[in-house]
């Protein structure tokens, strides 16, 4: 019997070339079922929302947005982004985020020539 197991020990077998094929598709497609009545065993849109919906720390928010802790932190402090601290610990909505993310690539986008 096929299992989950052996496939994984197959894909790492597989030169990389093959693997990142295999990734790019998971990640992009899921794992669709033989007949479309079968459902989707990874369900790509339900993965993200469970990401979406939970906060982000510090460090997860810095590197999502490509700057240094430092720096989101004084955002923080400006009033930039909206941040929750409970004790020395920030959290930040992942909506807020891409918010700011969105807004900053367009500002970036509009200043080239």
């Known amino acids: ?10 894909i790492y ?16 497609f899921g794992i ?3 007949h479309p009545d079968v459902s989707e ?6 993965w993200q ?16 947005l490509g700057v240094s802790p430092v720096t989101l932190r004084r ?13 020395r610990a920030y959290t930040f909505d992942v909506g807020d985020l891409k918010e700011l993310k969105k807004a900053h690539v367009t500002k970036k986008s509009a200043k080239k020539p």
Not at 16 to 25: D, F, L, P, S, Y
């Open 1 to 10: 019997m096929l299992t989950a197991q052996k496939v994984i020990k197959e």
């Open 13 to 28: 077998l597989l030169p990389i070339e093959e693997r990142e094929k295999v990734a790019r598709h998971i990640i992009e």
């Open 32 to 34: 669709k079922g033989p």
């Open 41 to 46: 065993i990874l369900d790509i849109k339900g």
């Open 49 to 64: 929302d469970e990401i979406a919906r939970k906060p982000f720390n510090l460090k997860q928010a810095s590197e999502y």
């Open 75 to 87: 955002w923080v402090k400006t009033g930039q982004i909206l941040a929750y601290k409970i004790g």
